[in-house]
């Protein structure tokens, strides 16, 4: 009797438990949604604020519900819809460009964007932001609507995100007028120099509201944006699916139709600071938020002096003349043309004074004879020339190498000559080469070595190309001298057959040897000196055989066919073998090419991407490694494909 006497006491009191806290949650005030104070701002005990009803979507706030208190102080309020240009507010789309976003992320994410434009107030000024391998600000805070979709279907992609790049020029571009915020879209991780601490005390300083979508991200990627959102005072929305990101902007959209002005006044008597609290109901919802609020009362006023100064207003200075940096390319341009005019104009007139082929031997092969044309004294090509002639003064081995390399290859320039012709184009490289690229330093060590080692791998091609040419001649034209001597002619009168029937380089050789000839050199030292210069091994051999013939006597034709016979068989043999190894040095200079290639294209369209390698002492030591195992490589495969004949 008494287990059944207390059950119906005990559900008695279970029962009225439940209808106690059915009473208090219907009389408590539905707190369960969280507004968003975008901006405050106070004046002479006045506060100005935005605040916005996230997911309130198409419901209109009640204006007559707005309930503020600062440190539990009841302040009296109004509030009104903050649409029609009544305060300018600011919203800047950063969008995530870079190659993981190809296919229907991209897609999602351009309608999305054009949705938002299409939604937001009309008031609202909207900037793009854009980053990928690069930052770009591809349109500033404006009202054009028109010209925001034509921009959005322009987007491309490319490598790499500099997403906290792209952070810290969007909140530049939001400016420092009004409340402002920012709507950030990407799906990967950040790979710009730029920490994540940088790109936080950006938004911080800049006091702007930012929204972070990660699309797609692993948990894990999206918490490393947490620190952006909550330095700017928004959230993080995580979307995994990209057919999201329409109802997440049009959401965005619409809490900035819904956002209100709200006006309140703090007594005299009021707190200095404290806690602003905020509420509005919203479909029968109460939107609540918080904030921590300095309030700058009015000063009183000062008494007046019986006699006043005028005061005198000062002017600011004039910064004066400023050259912008396109100005300043286009100056460093407009020197490198003048270079390059002042280089022809050189060039110029070394080819109007060339000299003669006696002057030349005079010059250059005859012992004692300084014999020269050269301009007047005053000019500026003498006085140029001069100066590098001053230059090449202490270094005798170097000019009589130089002059020795530019006898080989068959150009009419003095040492003194070539050398300023060289630093002229080395210093032209270099500044045309750093006004084109905006002032790239990288970009102007890299003009200068292209200066510098131009020219001279230019002078080894045409010294080299003359060579082949002489060699490649030498069996035709000892066979021409041959038939001469056959028919009873001498020496002398066989290579002046060559000058007037002969091909270049050969004439030009043998033209020269001829002249030295008449000038009293002899006839064997004026042809070993044509195998000095054109250092032919086999043209060597045959001076050597016309001297031993000169001496002891025989029969110099017979000679001279045999001798001619002996090359046509090494030249064939030796082309042969050159193509033979064709394809082993074709590799060679692709695998060498490759490297430097990669390096530089990667410099030129991911910069970023590079930025451990070209800005650490490691990646300083491993390119140092590299450039060490490329030249032992290079030098490896020249003597595998190199064969003597």
Wanted: hydrophobic letters at 50%.
């Amino acid at each position: 009797m008494t287990r059944h006497a207390r059950s119906p006491r005990r559900l008695a009191r279970w029962a009225a438990l439940v209808v106690v806290a059915l009473a208090v949650v219907g009389a408590a005030p539905a707190y369960a949604s969280e507004g968003s104070i975008d901006h405050v701002q106070s004046r002479a005990g006045r506060l100005q604020l935005l605040y916005s009803v996230p997911g309130a979507g198409d419901r209109v706030p009640d204006l007559g519900s707005i309930r503020v208190t600062l440190d539990g102080t009841d302040l009296h309020a109004t509030a009104r819809l903050a649409s029609g240009g009544r305060v300018r507010r600011t919203t800047v789309l950063a969008i995530d460009t870079s190659q993981s976003m190809a296919g229907a992320k991209f897609a999602a994410a351009r309608r999305a964007a054009e949705v938002f434009l299409d939604s937001v107030p009309d008031d609202v000024r909207v900037g793009i932001v854009t980053f990928a391998g690069s930052v770009h600000e591809l349109q500033p805070p404006s009202l054009d609507r028109a010209a925001s979709h034509r921009l959005l279907r322009r987007l491309t992609l490319s490598r790499g995100t500099r997403l906290y790049d792209g952070l810290v020029l969007a909140t530049h571009v939001a400016g420092t007028a009004g409340p402002r915020s920012l709507l950030v879209l990407s799906d990967g991780r950040d790979t710009s120099p730029t920490t994540l601490d940088t790109a936080a005390r950006a938004v911080h300083r800049a006091g702007v509201k930012v929204d972070v979508i990660a699309l797609g991200q692993s948990a894990r990627d999206a918490a490393l944006l947490t620190p952006v959102a909550k330095a700017g005072g928004g959230s993080l929305i995580s979307a995994a699916d990209p057919a999201q990101l329409r109802h997440i902007f049009t959401s965005e959209a619409q809490a900035l139709a819904s956002q209100l002005l709200v006006t309140a006044t703090v007594p005299r008597d009021g707190p200095r600071e404290g806690t602003l609290s905020v509420a509005v109901d919203v479909g029968g919802s109460s939107y609540a938020d918080a904030a921590f609020v300095t309030v700058s009362m009015p000063h009183p006023p000062a008494a007046r002096p019986a006699a006043t100064v005028a005061a005198t207003r000062l002017q600011p200075a004039s910064p004066g003349f400023q050259v912008s940096p396109r100005m300043l390319a286009v100056g460093v341009v407009a020197l490198g043309a003048g270079l390059l005019v002042l280089l022809v104009a050189i060039v110029a007139g070394l080819g109007r004074t060339q000299q003669s082929v006696e002057d030349r031997i005079a010059a250059y092969t005859t012992r004692g004879a300084t014999q020269r044309k050269a301009d007047p004294a005053g000019s500026m090509t003498a006085q140029a020339v001069g100066v590098a002639q001053r230059a090449l003064a202490g270094s005798h081995g170097f000019e009589a190498k130089l002059a020795a390399r530019l006898d080989a290859a068959g150009l009419g320039l003095k040492p003194a000559e070539w050398l300023l012709t060289h630093a002229g184009i080395a210093v032209a490289a270099t500044v045309v080469l750093f006004g084109l690229t905006g002032g790239d330093p990288l970009m102007a060590l890299v003009g200068l070595a292209g200066g510098v080692l131009v020219p001279w791998v230019y002078l080894g091609r045409k010294q080299s190309k003359r060579l082949k040419a002489f060699n490649s001649q030498l069996a035709a034209t000892l066979q021409l001298l041959a038939g001469s001597l056959q028919a009873g002619l001498s020496i002398a009168q066989g290579m002046d057959t060559i000058v007037r029937e002969g091909a270049e380089p050969v004439a030009g050789e043998f033209r020269r040897a001829l002249v030295e000839t008449r000038l009293g050199v002899q006839i064997e030292d004026a042809l070993d000196a044509v195998a000095t210069r054109m250092t032919s091994a086999d043209f060597t051999w045959t001076v050597m055989a016309i001297r031993i013939q000169r001496e002891v006597g025989g029969n110099l034709a017979e000679l001279l066919l045999n001798v001619a016979a002996t090359m046509r068989e090494r030249d064939y043999l030796r082309r042969q073998v050159k193509s033979l190894s064709a394809e082993g040095r074709f590799s060679a200079y692709i695998l060498l090419a490759l490297p430097p290639l990669i390096l530089a294209y990667m410099y030129m369209t991911n910069r970023a991407y590079l930025e451990p390698l070209v800005a650490s002492p490691i990646g300083w030591v491993m390119l140092a490694a590299m450039g060490l195992l490329m030249g032992v490589g290079a030098f490896t495969m020249s003597r595998m494909v190199k064969l003597e004949v």
